[in-house]
């Protein structure tokens, strides 16, 4: 559904596909319109329902990175969790990836192969976001093309810190059997530091709010939508008589959070 003027939504029908324009005064007690081409009721997505009070929207809270107050005692295990749990998490998408290709490259040769490398980057980018969510609270933007450049960006990163850690795991490697168990574990404490710096890295160059640098301008603010989870800035322009503001990716009207004071 998408908003033509205050009192007129654009709905399209889920039976036929036809696409009309109704009022307000359309809509039933059930929050459907009637299509004008096959007769059917429609659910107008986004419209509150008679007397119904529509919900309030999520103010956004989140800190980024760069705005936050240094935390420098938990710095050490959190890049060792981060980088360790991501290598364990890699040798399971290397499995898959490798089935993958085997797979693509028989039935679609060598489109196959770089269909395989797309999805690889969009695993590795997504595992990222998840870890940097859960060990540093960093948001990150997930859509198709930062998930592609995230994944792409960081499995390169880290084939090169793999290609210039090679020297030192061939050092520990020749540190003898009797050290071997001390060599290993060296080398995953080295490793695992770097990875979650690399990895913490590049995540942060996908980080929320960072696409354009700016911030928001005096008199906006940055509320989330109840209905499909965008984030957009408003205005007092974009409020109506109702108190409630249609967000700017599905339409769904919403109240925002009380106590925010809009110039």
């Known amino acids: 559904m998408a908003i033509i003027h205050e009192d007129r939504f654009s709905v399209t029908c889920a039976n036929c596909g036809a696409r009309?324009?109704?009022?307000?005064?359309?809509?039933?007690?059930?929050?459907?319109?009637?299509?004008?081409?096959?007769?059917?009721?429609?659910?107008?997505?986004?419209?509150?329902?008679?007397?119904?009070?529509?919900?309030?929207?999520?103010?956004?809270?989140y800190i980024p990175w760069n705005k936050r107050e240094p935390k420098v005692e938990n710095e050490i295990p959190r890049l060792l969790a981060h980088g360790f749990i991501?290598?364990?998490?890699?040798?399971?998408?290397?499995?898959?990836?490798?089935?993958?290709?085997?797979?693509?490259?028989?039935?679609?040769?060598?489109?196959?192969?770089?269909?395989?490398?797309?999805?690889?980057?969009?695993?590795?980018?997504?595992?990222?976001?998840?870890?940097?969510?859960?060990?540093?609270?960093?948001?990150?933007r997930s859509g198709q093309v930062s998930l592609l450049g995230h994944g792409g960006l960081l499995f390169l990163f880290l084939l090169i810190t793999g290609i210039?850690?090679?020297?030192?795991?061939?050092?520990?490697?020749?540190?003898?059997?009797?050290?071997y168990i001390i060599s290993q574990l060296l080398y995953l404490f080295i490793f695992s530091l770097i990875d979650g710096f690399v990895c913490r890295f590049v995540a942060l160059q996908f980080?929320?709010?960072?696409?354009?640098?700016?911030?928001?301008?005096?008199?906006?603010?940055?509320?989330?939508?109840p209905h499909c989870n965008s984030r957009y800035a408003y205005d007092s322009s974009s409020i109506d008589e109702k108190g409630t503001v249609a967000c700017q990716n599905c339409t769904y009207r919403f109240i925002l959070p009380v106590g925010v004071e809009l110039g």
């Open 20 to 61: 009309y324009t109704y009022r307000s005064e359309n809509i039933n007690a059930n929050g459907q319109v009637q299509c004008q081409n096959c007769g059917k009721w429609v659910t107008a997505v986004g419209v509150p329902l008679a007397g119904e009070r529509p919900p309030v929207g999520e103010l956004e809270s």
């Open 164 to 179: 210039l850690g090679l020297p030192l795991a061939f050092s520990l490697a020749m540190m003898g059997s009797s050290l």
């Open 207 to 225: 980080e929320i709010g960072t696409d354009d640098g700016r911030s928001l301008a005096e008199g906006y603010i940055s509320a989330t939508c």
């Open 86 to 140: 991501y290598s364990i998490l890699s040798l399971a998408i290397s499995f898959i990836f490798m089935m993958m290709v085997v797979i693509f490259a028989i039935f679609g040769g060598f489109i196959g192969i770089i269909i395989a490398l797309l999805v690889l980057a969009e695993m590795i980018g997504g595992v990222n976001i998840a870890l940097a969510d859960a060990v540093w609270q960093i948001k990150c």
